[in-house]
Nanobody
Framework: QEQLVESGGGLVQAGGSLRLSCAGSGRTFRLFHMGWFRQAPGKEREFVAAISWSDGSTSYADSVKGRFTISRDNAKNTVYLQMNSLKPEDTAVYYC????????????????WGQGTQVTVSS
């Protein structure tokens, strides 16, 4: 069982930066593929970024490529999402997700989810 807790959300002006953190509670956190998703008001939850536990490979949604960076520190049981050059359309609740087998872009593939953290970007 893996419990995830996100933090780091807040209000920022367009062009600014935020770093989200997702702390895992399990002893096998280092063996989980991790993903970030977001859900804006009135929209479906969408994939943002993912990182593999096995080789550290990463993937990103086209909308955030070049602006967001996913990373992990297994010693701290934490995965990060560094968000730069934020835009108003990045406003959403951001969720981290974990799975021991799946490392794709579909939310259905992830077994464990955090409660979410709100990111609001003002214009």
């Amino acid at each position: 069982q893996e419990q995830l807790v996100e933090s780091g959300g807040g209000l920022v002006q367009a062009g600014g930066s935020l770093r989200l953190s997702c702390a895992g509670s399990g002893r096998t956190f280092r063996l989980f593929h991790m993903g970030w998703f977001r859900q804006a008001p009135g929209k479906e939850r969408e994939f943002v970024a993912a990182i593999s536990w096995s080789d550290g490979s990463t993937s990103y949604a086209d909308s955030v490529k070049g602006r967001f960076t996913i990373s992990r520190d297994n010693a701290k049981n934490t995965v990060y999402l560094q968000m730069n050059s934020l835009k108003p359309e990045d406003t959403a609740v951001y969720y981290c997700a974990a799975d021991s087998n799946y490392r794709g872009t579909s939310q259905e593939g992830y077994d464990y989810w955090g409660q979410g953290t709100q990111v609001t970007v003002s214009s």
